[in-house]
């Protein structure tokens, strides 16, 4: 190891998934034995706060950091990575792996690092909500967010368990009467859910926006008027069109959203609570991120 090797830090999460018994430092350190890495790592836990690791990032100055866990992991990553030019990989190891499945990056272990080594970096947006968010994937209001709180709460499992929790829950769940303002033009809506929309699917494989990109500077609201089965399963099983009577799409780069009650909300797959007001807006190019080759690079 010479003075000058370029750093990598590995960000892994014990607990993420149903992966907790692999022995990530081991697979990580076979990988990169003879690439001339400097190689550390850090253990999440509950007292690694989010300052204890931006110091580390700052003393070590990693060319990539990267985020070995689900989608909680990554987006607690991302947020220190913000600006920085450091570049954020991705070891999916959690149960919803949404980010990783959108660069289609390889849950098998061995394939998901040769990303690491022989992939390409590329320059992507984030949305930037309520100015102390940061969604890297897709947030929402409403419906979905409603399923993810019983998901934390321990009450879902898997794609079968979701969709069985969807049509129930569509069978008690009130629209709600909502003001959107895209790019400052306003209208009134009533929906079962509205969703900010950076990237295409949730980690589900669910396509909400098939016209999605991480790196077009703008995304996606897309407001869900009507619910019904038809359109789940649209959902479920792929990119299909989506009826225009029960779904619109509007290209934002900035967006504001009343609704005339409180309802709950979700970032990126963490639950958030209940709101009746969210602001958010595109912050173009702000994360480099490790992506397969043949993904678009810069």
Same mark, same amino acid.
């Given at each position: 190891?010479?003075?000058?090797?370029? /750093?990598? #830090?590995?960000?892994?999460?014990?607990?993420?998934?149903?992966?907790?018994?692999?022995?990530?430092?081991?697979? @990580?350190?076979?990988?990169?034995?003879?690439?001339?890495?400097?190689?550390?790592?850090? #253990?999440?836990?509950?007292? /690694?706060?989010?300052?204890?690791? *931006?110091?580390?990032? *700052?003393?070590?100055?990693?060319?990539?950091?990267?985020?070995?866990?689900?989608?909680?992991?990554? =987006?607690?990553?991302?947020?220190?990575?913000?600006?920085?030019? &450091?570049?954020?990989?991705?070891?999916?190891?959690?149960?919803?792996?949404?980010?990783?499945? *959108?660069?289609?990056?390889?849950?098998?272990?061995?394939?998901?690092?040769?990303?690491? =080594?022989?992939?390409?970096?590329?320059?992507? %947006?984030?949305?930037?909500?309520?100015?102390?968010?940061?969604?890297?994937?897709?947030?929402? @209001?409403?419906?979905?967010? +409603?399923?993810?709180?019983?998901?934390?709460?321990?009450?879902?499992?898997?794609?079968?368990?979701?969709?069985?929790?969807?049509?129930?829950?569509?069978?008690?769940?009130?629209?709600?009467?909502? %003001?959107?303002?895209?790019?400052?033009?306003?209208?009134?809506?009533?929906?079962?859910?509205?969703?900010?929309?950076?990237?295409?699917?949730?980690?589900?494989?669910?396509? @909400?926006?098939?016209?999605?990109?991480?790196?077009?500077?703008?995304? *996606?609201?897309?407001?869900?008027?009507? #619910?019904?089965?038809?359109?789940?399963?649209?959902?479920?099983?792929?990119?299909?069109?989506?009826?225009?009577?029960?779904?619109?799409?509007?290209?934002?780069? =900035? /967006?504001? @959203?009343?609704?005339?009650?409180?309802?709950?909300?979700?970032?990126?797959?963490?639950?958030?609570?209940? +709101? %009746?007001? &969210?602001?958010?807006?595109?912050?173009?190019?702000?994360?480099?991120?490790?992506?397969?080759?043949?993904?678009?690079?810069?």
């Amino acid at each position: 190891m010479t003075p000058f090797a370029p /750093v990598i #830090l590995f960000v892994i999460n014990p607990q993420s998934g149903s992966r907790s018994g692999i022995d990530w430092q081991a697979l @990580i350190r076979e990988h990169f034995r003879d690439s001339g890495h400097d190689l550390h790592f850090q #253990l999440l836990d509950a007292s /690694v706060e989010a300052s204890v690791l *931006e110091q580390r990032i *700052e003393k070590l100055r990693p060319v990539m950091a990267v985020a070995v866990g689900g989608d909680g992991t990554v =987006s607690f990553l991302a947020r220190l990575l913000l600006g920085t030019g &450091i570049t954020l990989g991705i070891l999916p190891a959690g149960s919803a792996n949404g980010m990783a499945r *959108e660069l289609a990056i390889p849950e098998d272990p061995a394939a998901a690092l040769e990303v690491l =080594s022989a992939g390409n970096s590329r320059l992507t %947006d984030v949305i930037r909500i309520n100015k102390k968010h940061i969604c890297l994937h897709l947030s929402d @209001i409403g419906l979905n967010a +409603t399923l993810i709180k019983h998901f934390e709460e321990g009450n879902l499992r898997g794609k079968l368990g979701y969709a069985s929790k969807i049509i129930k829950t569509l069978w008690t769940q009130k629209e709600m009467w909502v %003001d959107i303002a895209t790019n400052g033009q306003p209208s009134t809506h009533r929906a079962f859910m509205v969703v900010l929309a950076n990237a295409t699917r949730y980690g589900t494989g669910a396509v @909400i926006n098939p016209e999605g990109d991480l790196s077009d500077g703008r995304f *996606e609201v897309i407001i869900i008027h009507r #619910l019904a089965i038809s359109e789940l399963f649209k959902m479920l099983l792929g990119p299909r069109p989506f009826n225009p009577e029960k779904i619109s799409v509007y290209q934002a780069t =900035s /967006v504001s @959203i009343r609704t005339t009650r409180k309802m709950h909300f979700q970032v990126d797959g963490e639950y958030l609570g209940r +709101t %009746d007001t &969210i602001e958010a807006e595109i912050l173009a190019g702000k994360l480099r991120l490790q992506v397969p080759v043949g993904k678009q690079a810069d």
